[in-house]
Structure formats: structure tokens, C-alpha cells
């Protein structure tokens, strides 16, 4: 069976400081994308970065990159130079391997808030 | 492009009754899919549908269905409305034209509240 797994409920960091959050993972894929999405307050799903398996280069946005490490399903995000507007829950997603299906196993989310 | 839009935005309903929800995909995009957002059992995918048809469906009774149109606008309806069917209801639309899973952009959702 897939699990998505963040086990940190909360974390806060300081404005314009570096953050990191976890997430692990379990499928018997071997070609698959993994997603961090963010949902402020307004509740809008946002997508922060996306990770295509097979690419051993970890992806990043701006001041925002992953760390990922496929061995060990480990895909972790970091969040550089924080700011307030990156207060939000912060949800790491897999999509179930049905083919052609786009149905993404989310995880139980990381509340972040930046402290000012 | 405009992005995926839901409406209503907000809903309330007492038991029993029916509610339906649309939403508008991206231009373009195929795929449209469909989450419930709950304070207890968090995301959870109901179903998606990919050129008028459901691909897949996830684990949900049969009082949730849905369908969608030749535009690609997608509509989910609720039947015989429960408390516990109160929840955010997001939309997510995907170009899905490799075949396999794709990235997934979200509506704005709709609060539905079962009184």
C-alpha cells in the first residue's frame, strides 16, 4: 500500500531564516512525481514544487527546493529566507499508481508559521 | 489562463437533502479531480474524470457520483446529505496527456456545511 507520512504537526521559524520539512514515503513505483502543494488560511491548494522520480537532480523554486533521496523515499522541502506570506499548512503528495489516473495521496500536512 | 473555478463557493444544506458543486478546469486541461477536505480524516480523493468518463474512483460511498461534460466542466453531487459529509470540497484540473499521473492545479474549493 502507498503512505505519504510528515511527521512534524507544527513548526515555526523565524522571518528571513531557513526551515525544513520532512516527509516520507512507500510505493513499489519506480516512475513517479511527488509534490509539496501549500494551503494558506484562504484554504487555496497551491502548488510549491514538484519532483519527477527518475531525475536525480532535486528541484527547486526560487527559495524553495527539495531534498530528495529515492533510496530511502525521503522527500523533504526547504524553505530559504522565510517570509510571512509562507505561513500555511504545507501537505507532501504522491499520486497512487492507477495508470492514466491523477488521484494524489496526500499527507497529513505540517502547519508552518513565520514568526516576524 | 484562468485558473480552476468552483461554485459555489460556499453551501449550506440540512440533512437529507441533495447538493451538487461545479467546477471549470484550466483551458485545456482534461482531467479534472475531486478531494474532500475534512478536519478529522484530512485529503481524501473521490474521483476523476478524463474526457467525459471516470477514470478511477476513491473510497466513498455511492451518494457521491459525478460526471463531466464535453467543455470539461466537471460537476459532483452529494445525495441524501449526512453531518459528516460537511467538508472543503477541492477541484483539481491536469493537462494527463502522457497517460500517467500529472500536475494537478486546484480550485478555490467549496465550503459545504450540513446542518
Known amino acids: 500500500a502507498q503512505t505519504v507520512t510528515q511527521s512534524q504537526p507544527e513548526m515555526s521559524v523565524q522571518e528571513a531564516e531557513t526551515v525544513t520539512l520532512s516527509c516520507t514515503y512507500d510505493t513499489s513505483e519506480n516512475n513517479y512525481y511527488l509534490f509539496w502543494y501549500k494551503q494558506p488560511p484562504s484554504r487555496q491548494m497551491i502548488l510549491v514544487i514538484r519532483q519527477e522520480a527518475y531525475k536525480q537532480q532535486n528541484a527547486t523554486e526560487n527559495r524553495f527546493s527539495v531534498n530528495f533521496q529515492k533510496a530511502a523515499k525521503s522527500f523533504s522541502l526547504k524553505i530559504s529566507d522565510s517570509q510571512l506570506g509562507d505561513t500555511a499548512m504545507y501537505f507532501c503528495a504522491f499520486p497512487l499508481p492507477l495508470t492514466g489516473a491523477n488521484n494524489l495521496f496526500f499527507g497529513t500536512g505540517t502547519r508552518l508559521t513565520v514568526i516576524p | 489562463k484562468a485558473g480552476v473555478t468552483q461554485t459555489p463557493r460556499y453551501l449550506i444544506k440540512t440533512r437529507g437533502q441533495q447538493v451538487t458543486l461545479s467546477c471549470s478546469p484550466i483551458s485545456g486541461h482534461r482531467s479534472v479531480s475531486w478531494y474532500q477536505q475534512t478536519p478529522g480524516q484530512g485529503l481524501q480523493f473521490l474521483f476523476e474524470y478524463f474526457s467525459e468518463t471516470q477514470r478511477n474512483k476513491g473510497n466513498f460511498p455511492g451518494r457521491f457520483s459525478g460526471r463531466q461534460f464535453s467543455n470539461s466542466r466537471s460537476e459532483m453531487n452529494v445525495s441524501t446529505l449526512e453531518l459528516g459529509d460537511s467538508a472543503l470540497y477541492l477541484c483539481?484540473?491536469?493537462?494527463?496527456?502522457?497517460?500517467?499521473?500529472?500536475?494537478?492545479?486546484f480550485g478555490p474549493g467549496t465550503r459545504l456545511t450540513v446542518l
Open positions: 483539481a484540473s491536469s493537462l494527463a496527456t502522457s497517460g500517467r499521473a500529472d500536475t494537478q492545479y
